[in-house]
């Protein structure tokens, strides 16, 4: 990726901090620059107490499929683990376990991420509070 399109990224992430509307153009921006499919910026735990996106592309604009995984899948989740508590700028791939026979035969998998059509997942912690002075973190998946 050129250094002009990393700066373009990190303007367009700047754009939704000052524009809240700003934040649909980073995250299309930001899945197409890695080569994803769908993407969201979604806020855990956030300090309001709401958890939920904070901005979506391609099949995470679905709201109602959002509202499904929240209320029925995100507990179940093998893969939320692997990206919890990590420190801010933490960048990865779920990678290698998404081809396990654990994840495979988890419910998580035959009825949240097969039906969908969902691959590996690229994480980034954008945010992470300190639990002691403010539960929260903010992550970008694609």
Known sequence: MSTATID?????????????????????????????????????????????????????SNSELVAKYLSSFEQLSPIDPIFRDKPEGFLSAVGEFVFSPSYQKSTFF????????????????????SPATMPGSAFAAT
Do not use: K, M
Request: charged share 10%.
């Open 8 to 60: 373009q990224l990190i303007s367009q992430i700047y754009d939704g901090l000052l524009d809240q509307d700003g934040w649909a153009s980073a995250v299309n921006a930001l899945t197409h620059a890695v080569g994803g499919s769908s993407g969201l910026i979604y806020v855990p735990n956030a300090p309001s107490g709401a958890a939920g996106p904070l901005a979506c592309f391609g099949a995470y």
């Open 110 to 129: 035959n009825e949240w991420a097969r039906p969908q059509g969902l691959g590996d997942i690229t994480s980034v912690a954008i945010w992470c509070a």
